[in-house]
């Protein structure tokens, strides 16, 4: 809720340390970051050192569901142990040809992750010029912290009827005090959006 990110290079080194297994969520960078779209781990030169990979399928791929990405020895495991799994619906036919699209998409076109990561540059630049608290973000997830829920939820509502839909994260999501607008920055989000957006903010909160 931060928009910030793990301290990769850390948890690798406590896994060698500790012959652990290393998980890596990468439910807002699977698509997004990395050469090939892999991911965080994948632009920190770090994916061989990650043992089991998650991520969602509804955020950057536009579809449903979830998926591991891990050895066949894990996946043959999960596959007859894991219960959750074990007694759930099978995706449907149209579902895995949306996720297999989308693949084929983040390979070929990494020329959205590059407007990906400019446009979040300059949102969060052009937010922090403004006096805006943007916590520790540096991705394309962005804070804005208010501080009550109250304020907060007033502060998404009155952006809704100008046109911009920042959903008001409150306690016990986040911690008590920090309530805030949470921003996710698209490849095809222009300059022009992204300073109005910034300009309506600072209206309704008083900026």
Request: proline share 5%; charged share 20%; with cysteine.
């Amino acid at each position: 809720m931060d928009g910030d990110t793990a301290d990769l290079e850390l948890l690798v080194e406590l896994k060698n340390e500790h012959d652990a297994i290393l998980i890596v969520d990468e439910a807002h960078s699977a698509g997004c970051m990395g050469p090939t779209g892999a991911g965080l781990a994948e632009e920190r030169g770090l994916l061989s050192q990650v043992d089991i990979m998650i991520a969602p399928l509804g955020k950057a791929f536009g579809a449903a569901g979830a998926m591991v990405a891990a050895s066949r020895t894990v996946i043959d495991y999960l596959i007859n142990r894991a219960r959750p799994f074990i007694y759930t619906t099978a995706p449907t036919p149209v579902n895995s040809a949306a996720v297999t699209a989308a693949l084929d998409i983040v390979r070929s076109e990494p020329q959205r992750r590059r407007m990906l990561a400019d446009n979040a540059t300059y949102l969060r630049n052009r937010l922090a010029e403004s006096g805006l608290d943007i916590a520790n973000s540096c991705s394309h997830i962005i804070p804005v912290i208010i501080g009550s829920s109250k304020d907060a939820l007033a502060a998404s509502e009155a952006l809704y009827e100008k046109g911009f839909l920042l959903v008001a994260i409150r306690p016990p999501t986040v911690p008590a005090g920090s309530a805030r607008l949470r921003i996710s920055v698209q490849s095809r989000h222009t300059q022009e959006q992204m300073d109005a957006l910034v300009d309506a903010i600072k209206e309704v909160i008083g900026h």
